[in-house]
């Protein structure tokens, strides 16, 4: 029974086995990781909307944008260094593995002080670009203050979010999809019993909230940087490979910042979405009066984030599993893991689209989030409106995680960039020309019912744009790819 168990942490060797099964069974425990982070996510706006006010809830709501474009940043750099770390798996290279970790750590550690300090000096900009400032009106300056104080505590723990990204993207690139599931899983719990903590008993508010998962991030992080240099001792970095090499660092660079870019330029996309979505809850003189959208889009977000879970989850999985096959010059391996990774992301939209779906009915997911005296019509339309755009074109998000991690896998880093540039553009342009010209004039709390389309199919037509930029990369460096001999020296 015992080694049963171990076995279940043993590393998977992606270059080998059946492709299908190898992609969905180390897919699986990704998944279920990416789920219990949602679960994070759920536990904060759950736990708020059951002890805070309406307008507390409104600004942990609108701070969710602002937050990833900070650690979607590190997560994009860790993800990209990564790939130099299932090259060397691939390879076969204990030496490239050590030396690929050491140099993660230190760039993890620059990346965190120069981030931290940035972020933590934009939190006023940032609220300001998505319609948020001190305000002499009560519900807007509440507001405002409550997404000030949340988004700062987190920025303040950005370090333990790097850490932790970094120690989970290392482990999946050697095959190691479970271990990460594990602690977050015993992070996730801390998270809830320290938001219950917090927020009902010591009555800390959203500063509570916030405080309870840096500190269940941190957790998390520490618990698996130590079993991983436990573990696998093969790996673990001596002084050595810590020593200065430049063309190694830009080497990391190179793949780790693209993709950085990347997610930080496309929640720039949605922070610009949610400054116009402030819009409806305005008045005339440009004060917010209600939180009706507010709440309807942020928990409709919610639910869309964690339904995202299966592609976000088959995306990550093949990042390593092109990553590992591509350093072994396994190119055939590549194009029909791709090919087959295609027809899984179609099997899920079917299931999780549809789940989706029914849960918009009489607005159930809202209550998940909001207690009942907090939900409404209105908020039941603006949330529903979204769900329904964004669910019935699911299938184009599944294939842009697949593309963009399969790319990055082999180290073509710049179609997911140039793919991310397209799609902040698109929606940027959708969000800020559609709703006016369908309400003709500024959207306030009195526009018209149809100009909410020109909002909510912001997400979908964004994505097709960025998927058709990347098909070109996929023709080209993966289905018309040769088997060739690959320069990986360290």
């Avoid at 793919?419 to 003709?440: D, F, K, Q, Y």
Wanted: charged share 10%; with cysteine.
């Amino acid at each position: 029974m015992l080694n049963k168990l171990k076995s279940l942490f043993k590393p998977i060797d992606l270059t080998k086995g059946s492709i299908w099964k190898v992609i969905v069974f180390f897919s699986i425990p990704i998944l279920l990781s990416y789920l219990f982070q949602q679960i994070y996510t759920i536990a904060d706006a759950a736990i708020c909307g059951q002890y805070l006010n309406e307008n507390q809830v409104a600004g942990v709501n609108n701070t969710g944008n602002i937050v990833f474009i900070v650690l979607q940043f590190a997560f994009g750099c860790t993800a990209g260094f990564s790939v130099i770390t299932s090259n060397s798996v691939g390879q076969k290279n204990k030496d490239g593995i050590r030396k690929s970790f050491a140099m993660q750590i230190k760039l993890s550690l620059y990346i965190s002080i120069i981030l931290t300090i940035i972020a933590c000096l934009s939190v006023n900009p940032l609220l300001k670009v998505i319609g948020l400032s001190k305000s002499t009106e009560p519900v807007q300056n509440e507001i405002y203050k409550s997404a000030y104080t949340y988004v700062l505590i987190i920025f303040i723990g950005t370090i333990a979010q790097i850490f932790y990204n970094l120690i989970c993207s290392f482990l999946r690139s050697i095959g190691d999809s479970l271990t990460p599931l594990i602690f977050l899983i015993i992070s996730t719990v801390l998270n809830i019993i320290l938001d219950l903590l917090f927020i009902a008993v010591f009555k800390w508010g959203v500063s509570g909230a916030a405080i309870a998962t840096v500190i269940a991030q941190a957790v998390s992080a520490i618990g698996c940087f130590i079993y991983t240099f436990y573990h696998f001792k093969d790996y673990r970095p001596c002084k050595a490979d810590f020593k200065r090499n430049m063309p190694f660092m830009l080497k990391h660079l190179k793949l780790g910042l693209p993709l950085a870019f990347q997610f930080s330029i496309l929640c720039i996309g949605l922070i610009v979405m949610q400054s116009v979505i402030v819009k409806f809850d305005t008045n005339a003189q440009g004060e917010v009066v209600v939180a009706y959208a507010q709440n309807g889009f942020g928990a409709a977000t919610k639910l869309n984030n964690f339904l995202m879970c299966p592609f976000n989850a088959l995306g990550t999985a093949m990042l390593s599993y092109c990553g590992q096959n591509y350093g072994a010059n396994e190119i055939k391996r590549v194009k029909k893991g791709v090919t087959e990774a295609f027809i899984i992301g179609f099997i899920e939209y079917v299931i999780f689209a549809g789940i989706g779906l029914l849960l918009t009915i009489n607005g159930f997911y809202l209550y998940i989030f909001y207690s009942a005296d907090k939900i409404n019509d209105i908020t039941i339309h603006y949330g529903n409106m979204y769900l329904y755009c964004d669910l019935s074109l699911y299938f184009i998000l599944g294939m842009l995680f697949i593309l963009r991690n399969s790319l990055q896998g082999i180290g073509k880093a710049l179609f997911p960039f140039l793919a991310g540039v397209g799609e902040l553009v698109a929606r940027t342009s959708i969000c800020l020309i559609l709703p006016p010209l369908l309400n003709g004039g500024p959207i306030t709390i009195d526009a018209k019912a149809n100009s909410l389309l020109g909002l909510t199919f912001a997400d979908p037509l964004a994505w097709t744009f960025a998927t058709s930029i990347m098909l070109y990369g996929m023709i080209k460096y993966i289905y018309k790819a040769k088997e060739k001999p690959l320069d990986m020296k360290i």
